[in-house]
């Protein structure tokens, strides 16, 4: 969805083909020397942090970031997002999980209180579609500590 906003057809599927990715996936840094080295004119940045996310979205520009999905522990620290209308994301599944930030909504102190995303999980059986996670369930999810120790982490592609 990041390479087709800049009018680069090539699918995720062709891209996870290409990097060899069939059961493990693709890490942030595959995707973003995958940008370097495969797709013309256009570059890629590993980044962190609200501040930059809130920069790209501004530009118009989405972004693929990295959750970090924890279904079976039953803190919140690293569960699936919860959407808007309240409705958690349910699934088995844990380990990484990008999505592509499109938008944030902002309330009316200015502060981000939803982040809108293609995710391409199929929990609701509806691959792909457009999701606003509540902006709190969505940091805790992208603060995928207890995977990783790294936080926050976004590819951009510009």
């Given at each position: 969805?990041?390479?087709?906003?800049?009018?680069?057809?090539e699918?995720?599927?062709?891209?996870?083909?290409?990097?060899?990715?069939?059961?493990?996936?693709?890490?942030?840094?595959q995707?973003?020397?995958?940008?370097?080295?495969?797709?013309?004119?256009?570059?890629?940045?590993?980044?962190?942090?609200?501040?930059?996310?809130?920069?790209?979205?501004?530009?118009?520009?989405?972004?693929?970031a990295?959750?970090?999905?924890?279904?079976?522990?039953?803190?919140?620290?690293?569960?699936?997002?919860?959407?808007?209308?309240?409705?958690?994301?349910?699934?088995?599944?844990?380990?990484?999980?990008?999505?592509?930030?499109?938008?944030?909504v902002?309330?009316?102190?200015?502060?981000?209180?939803?982040?809108?995303?293609?995710?391409?999980?199929?929990?609701?059986?509806?691959?792909?579609?457009?999701?606003?996670?509540?902006?709190?369930?969505?940091?805790?999810?992208?603060?995928?500590?207890?995977?990783?120790?790294?936080?926050?982490?976004m590819v951009?592609?510009?």
């Amino acid at each position: 969805m990041v390479l087709r906003y800049h009018g680069i057809s090539e699918s995720g599927s062709i891209i996870a083909n290409a990097l060899g990715a069939y059961l493990l996936g693709v890490s942030r840094e595959q995707l973003s020397t995958y940008v370097h080295d495969k797709v013309q004119g256009l570059s890629s940045d590993i980044v962190t942090g609200w501040d930059n996310i809130k920069t790209e979205i501004a530009s118009s520009r989405p972004v693929i970031a990295q959750l970090g999905i924890n279904s079976t522990n039953g803190t919140r620290d690293g569960a699936w997002p919860v959407t808007i209308d309240g409705t958690a994301v349910s699934s088995n599944y844990d380990g990484g999980h990008y999505v592509v930030v499109v938008d944030l909504v902002a309330d009316i102190n200015g502060e981000v209180s939803e982040v809108g995303c293609n995710d391409p999980a199929n929990w609701k059986g509806t691959c792909g579609r457009r999701v606003h996670y509540t902006a709190s369930s969505f940091d805790e999810a992208w603060d995928d500590d207890y995977l990783t120790r790294r936080d926050r982490h976004m590819v951009t592609v510009y």
